[in-house]
Nanobody, 122 residues
Framework: QVQLVESGGGLVQPGGSLRLSCTTS????????IAWFRQAPGKEREGVSS????????LYADSVKGRFTISRDSAKNTVYLQMNNLKPEDTAIYYC???????????????WGQGTQVTVSS
């Protein structure tokens, strides 16, 4: 069955970097849309970045453009989110999600991981 497992979260100071990993199984990574979402306490789930199936076209929320980079390693069945110049407002639980039909930054994906906590604080 489809499984998504996030890792790489943690506590980092403002201006620091983290790389999140989403290790996938149960499907062919290149044929699926993959996205990263985040949810802070008391806020709605927000789309952060997505990568398209086949062409690998990437989308980013305005709040992370120029700081976050999404990438895919098909040989390792893993999608990464490199996060640089982190800000306190980036603090949230980060989830990866997968869908075989549609992509983008709306939370309409069929499959979700359990999330990993990112805390940006001095």
């Amino acid at each position: 069955q489809v499984q998504l497992v996030e890792s790489g979260g943690g506590l980092v100071q403002p201006g620091g970097s983290l790389r999140l990993s989403c290790t996938t199984s149960g499907f062919t990574l290149d044929l699926f849309f993959i996205a990263w979402f985040r949810q802070a306490p008391g806020k709605e789930r927000e789309g952060v970045s997505s990568i398209g199936s086949n062409d690998g076209n990437a989308l980013y929320a305005d709040s992370v453009k120029g700081r976050f980079t999404i990438s895919r390693d098909s040989a390792k069945n893993t999608v990464y989110l490199q996060m640089n110049n982190l800000k306190p407002e980036d603090t949230a639980i980060y989830y990866c999600a997968a869908d075989s039909w549609t992509g983008g930054l709306a939370p309409t994906y069929d499959y979700w991981g359990q999330g990993t906590q990112v805390t940006v604080s001095s």
